[in-house]
């Protein structure tokens, strides 16, 4: 095993978008059962801060894979395009007038139904942004585009957490 290893390559899986959770899970439990420090705690200090680091690197890779956010954004990385969500905050046009949509929409909610009607068109979008970074990197493979729709997830994650925060107001009583 290589510790620079891409985490794809770390975790025997193909360097895909579309990963089964379930095999990524599997790989992750078998890798971490061979890296853990206590099987290598009759060989000594060094041995087990070896595996430790090994351990620690295995669960970055898992934590990293098995969020499709975090995925798309390494697998875009791995082709030489930073998404740059710090610096970078171009998105598609369309999309920018949809943000300022919502953003109003979510302001001028004056009930909970209305909160939960604005949700279910978010995540509706959000399975469409899934799908589409889907596409563009493992059958297309472009990164640069598959980019820009991972700055607008997100964006999209940040108005659902918004969203959920006001739905527990109205759960409140506030």
């Known amino acids: 095993m290589n510790l620079d290893a891409d985490d794809f390559t770390l975790l025997g899986l193909p360097r895909s978008f579309a990963l089964d959770r379930a095999t990524l899970d599997a790989h992750w439990k078998a890798l971490q059962a061979k890296v853990h420090p206590d099987r290598f705690a009759a060989e000594g200090g060094t041995a087990q801060r070896v595996a430790m680091q090994w351990a620690v690197r295995v669960n970055e890779a898992h934590q990293r894979l098995k969020d499709p956010l975090k995925r798309a954004a390494y697998l875009c990385e791995l082709a030489g395009v930073s998404v740059q969500s710090e610096?970078?905050?171009a998105m598609p046009s369309d999309f920018l007038i949809q943000q300022m949509e919502w953003r109003e929409a979510l302001?001028?909610?004056?009930?909970?139904?209305d909160v939960q009607l604005?949700?279910?068109?978010?995540?509706?979008?959000?399975?469409?942004?899934?799908?589409?970074i889907t596409h563009l990197l493992d059958a297309q493979s472009n990164p640069q585009q598959a980019a820009l729709e991972v700055r607008a997830l997100m964006f999209i994650d940040r108005l659902s957490d918004e969203i959920n925060h006001r739905l527990e107001r109205y759960e409140d009583g506030l």
């Open 87 to 89: 610096r970078n905050t």
């Open 107 to 113: 302001e001028d909610a004056g009930s909970a139904g």
């Open 118 to 132: 604005l949700e279910a068109e978010v995540l509706g979008q959000r399975q469409a942004r899934l799908a589409k």
